[in-house]
């Protein structure tokens, strides 16, 4: 059974930082990209980055050269390193997913606020 479990969500002020990571088990993604989306209260579930099998990575323009999403296909985990927080802009919960074939698979998410 597939599971992916994040954490490192959390509490920060404006400006601060915080690293998620993101474990997956009963099977391997090293070959398959992952990614990381949020969804703040209201909105829309948003993709944030992605990352490939190789290490080539995207990101939403509103986190360009904040956010660094890496991956260690070792321990079949995928990692997002949050800097500069905004209140407004990074507030949501955060999910990983990644796509094999016709199945995507979600983690349960972890809160990230961020105050002012």
């Known amino acids: 059974q597939v599971q992916l479990v994040e954490s490192g969500g959390g509490l920060v002020q404006a400006g601060g930082s915080l690293r998620l990571s993101c474990a997956a088990s009963?099977?391997?993604?090293?070959?398959?990209?992952m990614s990381w989306y949020r969804q703040a209260p209201g909105k829309q579930r948003e993709l944030v980055a992605s990352?490939?099998?190789?290490?080539?990575?995207?990101y939403a323009d509103s986190v360009k050269g904040r956010f660094t999403i890496s991956r260690d296909n070792a321990k079949n985990t995928v990692y997002l390193q949050m800097n500069s927080l905004k209140p407004a802009d990074d507030t949501a919960v955060y999910y990983c997913s990644v796509i094999r074939g016709m199945d995507r698979f979600w983690g349960q998410g972890t809160q990230v606020t961020v105050s002012s």
């Open positions: 990352i490939t099998s190789g290490g080539s990575a995207n």
């Open positions: 009963g099977s391997s993604f090293s070959r398959n990209v």
